[in-house]
C-alpha cells in the first residue's frame, strides 16, 4: 500500500462547479499536510496547508480528519486557471516528506 | 532571480556513464530536499539536508546516488553507471527555518538516460 493515496482522476468539470478531491494516508503520527498544485511541465507550488480545524483561502477548502486519516480539498467556483494536478503531501515526524501521486482537474468552458 | 535554481536543466547521456546536477537554494534557506518525479506521479523523496548535514536518504536510493551540500549552500546530486530507469525529472527544494513548511521547488534538472 501507497504511503499516500489519491485517486488519479482525471475529473473534468465544467467552470463554476464545485469539486472535492481526497488523500488517504497510512503513518497515524505524522504531524503536517499540504496540498501542493503542480501545472503542466512545471515545479510544484505550495497550495495551502491542512489543519484539523480546517483551513480556508478564497475558494479552497482544505481538511483533515485524523481518526479516518484522510485529507479532503474542495474547489468551490472552479475556473479555467484551476486546471493543474494537485499533489497531497505528508510531513513525517522525521525529515522526509510524501507526496501522492496527484489529482489532475482539467476544467472546462 | 531570488528562487531556487537549477542546473543544467536538461542532460541526455549515455547509459552507464556519470552525471551530476547542482542546485541553488533560496539564500537564507538552511533545509534542502532532492526529489524524483517520473511522469504521473508525484515527487519522490531521495534525500534532505539541513545546512550541511544530510540527515536523511530514502532507502529505495541505490549506492549509485549520492548528494553533497559541502558548505551549507548549493547542494549537489551525483549518479554513478546511470541506468535508463534513471530517466526522471530530478527536482530541489528548499524551505526556511524552523516553523516555516513551504517547499519551494526548482525548475528540476530532466534526465534521459539513452
Known amino acids: 500500500r501507497k504511503e499516500v493515496e489519491q485517486d488519479p482522476g482525471p475529473f473534468n468539470v465544467p467552470e463554476g462547479a464545485t469539486v472535492a478531491f481526497n488523500c488517504t494516508y497510512s503513518n497515524s503520527a505524522s504531524q503536517s499536510f499540504f496540498w501542493y498544485r503542480q501545472d503542466c511541465r512545471k515545479e510544484p507550488k505550495l497550495l495551502m496547508s491542512v489543519y484539523s480545524s480546517g483551513n480556508e483561502d478564497g475558494r479552497f477548502t482544505a481538511q483533515l480528519n485524523r481518526a479516518s486519516q484522510y485529507i479532503s480539498l474542495l474547489i468551490r467556483d472552479s475556473k479555467l486557471s484551476d486546471s493543474a494536478t494537485y499533489l497531497c503531501?505528508?510531513?513525517?515526524?522525521?525529515?522526509?516528506?510524501?507526496f501522492g501521486a496527484g489529482t489532475r482537474l482539467f476544467v472546462k468552458a | 532571480d531570488t528562487g531556487v535554481s537549477q542546473n543544467p536543466r536538461h542532460k541526455i547521456t549515455k547509459r552507464g556513464q556519470n552525471v551530476t546536477f547542482r542546485c541553488d537554494p533560496i539564500s537564507e534557506h538552511n533545509r534542502l530536499y532532492w526529489y524524483r518525479q517520473t511522469l504521473g506521479q508525484g515527487p519522490e523523496f531521495l534525500t534532505y539536508f539541513q545546512n550541511e548535514a544530510q540527515l536523511e536518504k530514502s532507502r529505495l536510493l541505490s549506492d549509485r546516488f549520492s548528494a553533497e551540500r559541502p558548505k551549507g549552500s548549493f547542494s549537489t546530486l551525483e549518479i554513478q553507471r546511470t541506468e535508463q530507469g534513471d530517466s526522471a525529472m530530478y527536482l530541489c527544494a528548499s524551505r526556511g527555518g524552523a516553523g516555516t513548511n513551504e517547499q519551494f521547488f526548482g525548475p528540476g534538472t530532466r534526465l534521459t538516460v539513452l
Open positions: 503531501v505528508e510531513h513525517t515526524g522525521g525529515f522526509k516528506t510524501i
